[in-house]
Nanobody, 115 residues
Framework: QVQLVEAGGGLVQAGGSLRLSCAASGSIFGINVMGWYRQAPGKQRELVAHITSGGSTNYAASVKGRFTISRDNAKNTVYLQMNSLKPEDTAVYSC?????????WGQGTQVTVSS
């Protein structure tokens, strides 16, 4: 089993920044991908960004250029730096990890961007 603990959500004004973190523990050997999804009220869950064990990254078009995902392998932690936040970024952000053949999820953290 893999446990994921998120931190860093909160309330911020439009144009502001937040940094989310996701610390993995447990059976972390072999985790290939870690990343973030988000879900806003009444909307489907969407991928925000992910990073592979080799450091390759992928971003949703809506956040590219504003969000940066990074990974500290020594701390088994993934970070999501979110800059130039917009009200439409308001959602519950959930960390995930993929280790074949399973997905593991954090509890989610609320990000609210006020206009």
């Amino acid at each position: 089993q893999v446990q994921l603990v998120e931190a860093g959500g909160g309330l911020v004004q439009a144009g502001g920044s937040l940094r989310l973190s996701c610390a993995a523990s447990g059976s972390i050997f072999g985790i290939n991908v870690m990343g973030w999804y988000r879900q806003a009220p009444g909307k489907q869950r969407e991928l925000v960004a992910h990073i592979t064990s080799g450091g390759s990254t992928n971003y949703a078009a809506s956040v590219k250029g504003r969000f940066t995902i990074s990974r500290d392998n020594a701390k088994n932690t993934v970070y999501l730096q979110m800059n130039s936040l917009k009200p439409e970024d308001t959602a519950v952000y959930s960390c995930y990890a993929y280790r074949y053949p399973n997905d593991y999820w954090g509890q989610g953290t609320q990000v609210t961007v006020s206009s």
